[in-house]
């Protein structure tokens, strides 16, 4: 990738899922610090079906964000359970983008501390929402608990290398309004 499209996925393609993934989760264990949780008051049943149908939204988008951002950093699951590389597909003409195409940017090992979890949770959110299958059993995707502790390393691993090494602050991306 070159400069400028590295750059605009850094300030654009990236915190647009890290957004998408956090939104309404306690994050303030993660560097970014932060809760973004809004509650509108409802006073009418009309409102608040619109309110559900957003949270419904947000929730789906979340698990979809996950799973990219996990894909992002290099890992899934395999048939066995374990992490591991999460290649690039060849069905899009070698289109597709992992954190290792960018200055700084390598993959997390699926023998990391968190490559498991990242692994379970990609799981999850695929069969969560991604397939529809009638098991139930998959990997929980918590809202509470999985799911900001998978984002935490992600959101980590992102500034400790591509961020870094361009000299800016995933934060700053994500917690800005919108241009």
Known sequence: MDAPEQKEWLETHIPHRVRAAIARLPMENSILRVTATIDPQQPSELEKIYWRCATDSIWEGRLAATRWLIEFVGIKQDEAGNPT??????????????????????????????????????????????????????????????????????????????????GKNLRDYVLEPVR
């Open 85 to 166: 590389v999460c290649k690039k597909s060849k069905r899009f003409g070698g289109k597709d983008v992992r954190i290792d195409d960018f200055d700084g940017g390598k993959c997390i090992s699926p023998s990391a501390p968190e490559a498991q979890l990242l692994a379970s949770v990609w799981k999850g959110c695929s069969q969560a929402s991604s397939h529809a299958t009638n098991e139930y059993s998959h990997p929980s995707v918590s809202d509470r608990k999985e799911l900001p502790e998978a984002l935490t390393p992600i959101v980590k691993h992102l500034q400790n290398t591509i961020y870094q090494k361009a």
